[in-house]
């Protein structure tokens, strides 16, 4: 049986099947038709939720995507949607500013749009908020007809004003929430069973005992076979109140990053490590997605076009592999095997995945190719990492997601680099051996040959990065 709060009523479900999402729950079982669905996979934000999760001795408001997450994933928080805000007859802050600002003509997408307000209104109570605050709060959220100068207004309008009924009762929740959490481990059953071990060790026994089970960490990719494929999942073993596995470790000579850990706590805490890292996660899909999606998932689920997994080759990451009680480690550039498959073996999960420090150069940049800025999916992602000594490369990592039906590093590339200086004429050969690196193919996001020319541009953009004239120029790490 799951418990959560649903505003501030305590929901106690057992018979309710796993597959089920919240958007549709919320829509059939409480008849709160205020989050729409649009596209039922995380891409225009209409079906945006706030859930509440403690936060030491504070409650954290995270956006995210109704329509891909699944019920299990609320146990032990707050949900609150469009219909939870108003205080009687008096309109929440963000409502009150959307109407002010005139933000909203069919109202489809307005609601996800109010809930994105809310969650940054909670984060920037305390700081404050510039426009760039604001566009990337909203990034997971499209508009069809009214357009955003309006919208932003309002988030700007809203900001500012005075602390709302939440605000109030935030210690009444958060001790509320508290007596929610359920020490033992907690199944949801209806003719589907989800399993919510509370440990590490729970987690990998479970796993190896019914290896043919579905792992659910941030569900973000996962819950699209039941909303775009229409498979039902027999068995699934959520992985989010294992808190063994939610902690990103820093040391002097390592960082490690749980399988828990969200891209947005990721995003936040390797910033001071490796700047190029966290600000190619602002482009990571939508905050919505970033809230509850994981480093780790975004691995195990091989996709050639994923963003990560570039990053981390560049880094000569290793991967924490369990199975049972035996760990082993794998060199990530192992782990991928083919489209979609990987090295891990039945009932073996990625734990955590480690970044040997001093692998990390101070130029390591990052830069993906999509057809727009936020919230797409890359065409081309190039991830590079250099060593030079006194003008010479004494180690290179040159990897790509896009380019094949891996991610994968360039190795001809990479020997072409080697023990050469960075000057117009090496970054020729290294062009050149890309060739026979990579053979892309061509879909609707871009041909074979659009895919090769990105990638033989961003390895000149390399060239400029190394060059003193233009570093502090491309330093920032963003293609517009």
Known sequence: MIQFLLNQTVKMLENV??????????????????????????????????????????????TANSCITLMSQLDGKQLLTIED?????????????????????????TPGFVMSGFALQKASSAV????????RSLAGNLCRCTGYRPIIEAMQQSCAAQPDKFTRTEAHTLAHLKSLQQPEMVELTKSNRCLLPKTLAQLAALYQQNPQARLLAGGTDLA??????????????????????????????????????TLQACLNELLPYIPAFSQALERFASPQIRNNGTLVGNLANASPIGDGAPMLLALGAVVELRCGDSTRLLPLNQFFL?????????GEFISAVLINRESISPTFAAWKISKRMDDDISTVFGAFNLHLNEGIVVSAYLAFGGMAAIPARAKRAEQRLLGAQLNQQTLEQVCEALVDDFQPLSDFRGSGLYRLKIAQNLLKRLLLLHTEKHYALEVNNYVN
């Open 17 to 62: 099947d796993p597959n089920t999402t919240v958007l549709n729950w919320l829509r059939g079982s409480e008849h709160r038709c205020g989050s729409k669905e649009g596209c039922a996979s995380g891409d225009c934000g209409a079906c945006t939720v706030v859930i509440g999760r403690v936060d030491g001795e504070e409650i954290c408001y995270d």
């Open 85 to 109: 805000l108003s205080d009687g007859d008096k309109l929440h802050p963000v409502q009150q500013a959307m109407a002010d600002c005139h933000a909203s003509q069919c109202g489809f997408c």
């Open 128 to 135: 404050g908020v510039d426009r760039h605050d604001i566009e």
């Open 224 to 261: 699209l076979v039941i909303t775009q494929q229409y498979q039902t999942l027999p068995l699934i073993i959520g992985m989010n109140q294992v808190t063994e596995l939610k902690t990103i470790t820093v040391t002097e000579s390592q960082i490690r990053i749980g399988a828990m850990a």
């Open 338 to 346: 083919d489209y979609r498959k990987t090295a891990l073996q039945p």
